[in-house]
């Protein structure tokens, strides 16, 4: 027996005690748990009548619930999701937008590239690790699903005992969407059609799900009064309930089908403090300009007049004389009551073809002193890809380097790795294009273009810059904003230009000393941008516009590096093209 406290411990039962106090102690100085925990989720995924503007249409919910549940995690966390496909007549996949994937290039949730969808009544487990701190997404990676509500966020906070670089009280989170009345099988229909039908500008906006269609039957006579209900309970506009003198940490992120927007809180600045799960150097803004897949955020205090309640406002940018109403929702002072309108009307909104103040938000995008994850000073190879609209067979396509993306029946993961070299073409796409002879800003007489499902093999830990060249399209006088999402990788943006790129000048322009690094970024209206990114993560990985109907269209590619490093692949990704008979759940 010895004494402790001034009790008797039996010596067995002090070695146990003795051992657990070390290892508090232990998990004290290291500043962090001893173990990372599991997080375990169980969704059904299926449709279901909702109004989130007020017009009831089929959507995608997960557990009855669009936006989905938010994953709410720590750093080195194991998430754990067993996903049942309720769809009944649909496939699905749903994609981890800025999770790495390290070890786990099976669960990036990629149809066609990382996995064989998941198959009406069956149940897919995805398992991973999410090792960086910072707000993420997720959702839908087949078919055009996404833009029918099926996604949500991926909150992922520091180890206990370690701090952010800022602080603030309340931390919420906002997802802006638009909104389409038709069903993404009438759209993916349209896109595939001779004659060519373009899916149309969004009817709505959403904030967080929530929007607001006009029901007025002077505005749309054919509507029956009971599929449009201005008084759905589920069209009631978003509201955030703020305690005057609190400062709020907003994590916001653009989840469009097709929109590039701005958001705004009427009266309020709005400091950026985080792009994409990296630290920003802080700078201030009152429009806050977001592109589809990407994530931000703003600290915002409650320091105007508390007796009246502001308008939360998301608006089109960069699409010609945009019809889509904003999105509106309502900033609410305690104890305000919630239901109570501002005073004022919506502030309008930027300018949508002026891309000065667009630009110089990029431009003042810099990583955070004390978190500058410094490039290579060089690149290993650089890939410049000019984004085109073609014509194959008389479809319309988009295109890079004058080759439209077409993906594989057998995904690009498995027929890599098992060394199926019969399932994809085997010639690598273009590392550019006609750079000395090309003009960007007009219509091009010959339109037509090849379509590809080849890859772009890249040497394990090699250094990749990639130039993304805007251009005009098969409309005269028109180039689009697009959003390009990279799966696998966070890389550092170097720089936007406008014009074309000119590659002696432009890149002793880059920026060396304090890019942020991103895993979306925008290429602008006959503009470029730089990225560089290292390839080390073993695995096959698209990078593609986050414009449903583009990519859907061609517009993206796939990156190949270290497969013989991949290890074993799970059973359960298998099932379709060569894989058939392989599945196992």
């Known amino acids: 027996m010895i004494f402790s406290n001034m009790v008797l411990i039996p010596k067995c039962k002090s070695r146990v005690i003795l051992f657990l106090w070390l290892l508090g102690i232990i998990a004290l100085l290291n500043g962090s748990a001893v173990e990372a925990r599991i997080r375990r989720y169980k969704w059904e995924v299926k449709y279901e009548y909702k109004s989130p503007d007020c017009l009831k249409k089929l959507v995608i919910t997960i557990n009855g619930r669009t936006p989905g549940p938010t994953i709410t995690a720590q750093q080195n966390d194991t998430i754990i999701v067993e996903l049942t496909n309720s769809l009944l007549t649909e496939n699905v996949a749903i994609h981890w937008h800025g999770i790495r994937q390290i070890g786990t290039p099976w669960f990036d949730g990629t149809e066609g590239v990382t996995q064989c969808p998941i198959l009406p009544g069956t149940t897919f487990k995805y398992q991973f690790v999410v090792d960086r701190a910072g707000t993420y997404l997720y959702h839908a990676h087949y078919g055009m699903q996404r833009e029918a509500g099926l996604y949500g966020s991926i909150i992922v906070g520091l180890p206990d005992g370690k701090s952010e670089p800022f602080t603030y009280d309340y931390d919420r989170n906002i997802i802006l969407n638009d909104w389409y009345h038709k069903s993404t099988y009438e759209q993916a229909a349209g896109l595939s059609a001779i004659p060519f039908q373009w899916v149309g500008e969004p009817e709505s906006l959403l904030i967080h799900g929530r929007g607001k269609f006009n029901c007025s039957t002077l505005i749309t006579p054919s509507l029956d009064a009971g599929i449009c209900n201005a008084t759905n309970p589920d069209c009631e506009p978003f509201r955030l309930i703020a305690v005057p003198g609190k400062t709020y940490r907003l994590r916001i992120s653009s989840l469009t089908a097709l929109s590039a927007l701005s958001f705004q809180i009427e009266g309020h600045n709005m400091t950026v403090v985080e792009a994409d799960g990296h630290y920003v150097?802080?700078?201030?803004?009152?429009?806050?300009?977001?592109?589809?897949?990407?994530?931000?955020?703003?600290?915002?205090?409650?320091?105007?007049?508390?007796?009246?309640n502001y308008w939360i406002t998301s608006n089109i940018v960069g699409r010609s004389a945009p019809k889509t109403p904003p999105g509106l929702g309502v900033f609410v002072y305690y104890p305000n009551h919630p239901r109570r309108s501002p005073p004022t009307t919506p502030p309008p909104p930027p300018l949508w073809n002026n891309t000065d103040p667009r630009l110089a938000q990029n431009h003042a995008i810099k990583a955070r002193q004390g978190y500058i994850h410094t490039p290579p000073s060089r690149s290993d190879r650089v890939i410049v890809f000019l984004n085109t609209q073609n014509t194959i067979n008389g479809n319309v396509r988009w295109s890079v380097n004058n080759v439209s993306f077409a993906l594989p029946h057998t995904p690009y993961?498995?027929?890599?790795?098992?060394?199926?070299?019969?399932?994809?073409?085997?010639?690598?796409?273009?590392?550019?294009y006609d750079f000395q002879n090309y003009d960007i800003r007009i219509v091009q007489e010959n339109k037509n273009a090849t379509s590809s499902n080849g890859v772009y093999r890249l040497n394990f830990n090699s250094t990749v810059d990639i130039?993304?060249?805007n251009a005009n399209s098969m409309i005269l006088n028109t180039s689009e904003t697009h959003p390009w999402h990279l799966h696998g990788h966070d890389f550092w943006v170097l720089g936007y230009g406008e014009g074309k790129f000119d590659m002696f000048n432009d890149p002793m322009k880059y920026n060396l000393v304090n890019p942020i690094m991103k895993n979306t970024v925008p290429v602008h209206p006959y503009g470029w941008t730089a990225l560089r990114f290292r390839a080390d993560n073993p695995g096959a990985w698209a990078f593609h516009c986050h414009i449903e109907s583009h990519f859907y269209m061609g517009m993206g590619v796939v990156f190949a590096e270290g497969i013989d490093k991949v290890g074993k692949l799970p059973s359960s990704i298998m099932g379709c093209g060569e894989t058939q008979g392989l599945y196992r759940p």
């Open 413 to 432: 993961l498995i027929a890599l790795k098992e060394n199926l070299t019969h399932v994809f073409d085997q010639n690598p796409p273009p590392d550019g």
């Open 281 to 308: 150097e802080p700078f201030v803004v009152q429009n806050l300009f977001l592109y589809s897949g990407e994530t931000y955020s703003v600290l915002v205090k409650a320091d105007q007049d508390p007796t009246r």
């Open 467 to 469: 130039i993304l060249q």
